[in-house]
């Protein structure tokens, strides 16, 4: 099982890292609190911040494989390794923003969301390796990562587009109270595509 390393994430999926606060008794709380993470397996990880090593430096631009491998715990393709570690506990991507929510002195703070690397994973998953290749290459040769990441998300927008115009003919006037959020003692409607998108679809699921 590989330890974690130093460093960042790769520049395409995570964004430039800002220094923790200097003011030492708040960096001194943060580092001694006590966190806990639950994963797919029910195992619950306690940890300070003094236990997780600066993100890691990764690329999966030449191993999607991997990638889907070591994105979560909950399915069939993991195997449990993780270049990230806690307590000798293999920590899968998908907790990674938790698990580095919270800064200390000398440690890089913050991480980006996972959704570009979450976007490759769902449709590496939706077929075979073979017929994702097929449709991400050009002349017989792999799209580079960032390509594909950009195409994703042009097909993720058009979905969104599709699935916000039915959520209006389907649910007509009753579209502005279903699709709503509170922001303290106001309720707005929902004005983000992906934010509808994903509310259509927990209502489907209703």
């Given at each position: 099982?590989?330890?974690?390393?130093?460093a960042?994430?790769?520049?395409?999926?995570?964004?430039?890292?800002?220094?923790?606060?200097?003011?030492?008794?708040?960096?001194?709380?943060?580092?001694?609190?006590?966190?806990?993470?639950?994963?797919?397996?029910?195992?619950?990880?306690?940890?300070?911040?003094?236990?997780?090593?600066?993100?890691?430096?990764?690329?999966?631009?030449?191993?999607?494989?991997?990638?889907?491998?070591m994105?979560?715990?909950t399915?069939?393709?993991?195997?449990?390794?993780?270049?990230?570690?806690?307590?000798?506990?293999?920590?899968?991507?998908?907790?990674?923003?938790?698990v580095?929510?919270?800064g200390?002195?000398?440690?890089?703070?913050?991480?980006?969301?996972?959704?570009?690397?979450?976007?490759?994973?769902?449709?590496?998953?939706?077929?075979?390796?073979?017929?994702?290749?097929?449709?991400?290459?050009?002349?017989?040769?792999?799209m580079?990562?960032?390509?594909?990441?950009?195409?994703?998300?042009?097909?993720?927008?058009?979905s969104?587009?599709?699935?916000?115009?039915?959520?209006?003919?389907?649910?007509?006037?009753?579209?502005n109270?279903?699709?709503?959020?509170?922001?303290?003692d106001?309720?707005?409607?929902?004005?983000?595509?992906?934010?509808?998108?994903?509310?259509?679809?927990?209502?489907?699921?209703?």
């Amino acid at each position: 099982m590989p330890d974690a390393c130093d460093a960042t994430l790769d520049s395409s999926c995570a964004e430039s890292l800002k220094a923790p606060s200097s003011d030492s008794e708040s960096v001194a709380h943060v580092t001694d609190e006590i966190r806990h993470l639950k994963l797919g397996d029910g195992t619950e990880v306690s940890f300070v911040v003094s236990d997780v090593l600066d993100p890691v430096a990764i690329t999966f631009k030449q191993d999607i494989p991997r990638l889907n491998a070591m994105w979560d715990d909950t399915s069939p393709y993991w195997r449990e390794e993780s270049v990230l570690t806690i307590k000798g506990c293999p920590i899968p991507i998908v907790y990674w923003p938790h698990v580095y929510r919270y800064g200390k002195y000398g440690q890089w703070q913050g991480t980006k969301t996972n959704s570009p690397l979450q976007d490759i994973v769902t449709r590496y998953r939706q077929s075979t390796p073979e017929d994702f290749w097929k449709e991400f290459s050009v002349n017989g040769r792999a799209m580079k990562f960032t390509r594909i990441v950009d195409k994703l998300r042009r097909q993720r927008s058009i979905s969104n587009d599709d699935v916000v115009a039915r959520a209006h003919e389907e649910y007509g006037d009753a579209f502005n109270s279903l699709f709503s959020y509170r922001k303290g003692d106001e309720v707005h409607a929902m004005r983000n595509k992906s934010a509808i998108a994903r509310r259509y679809q927990q209502l489907k699921k209703q």
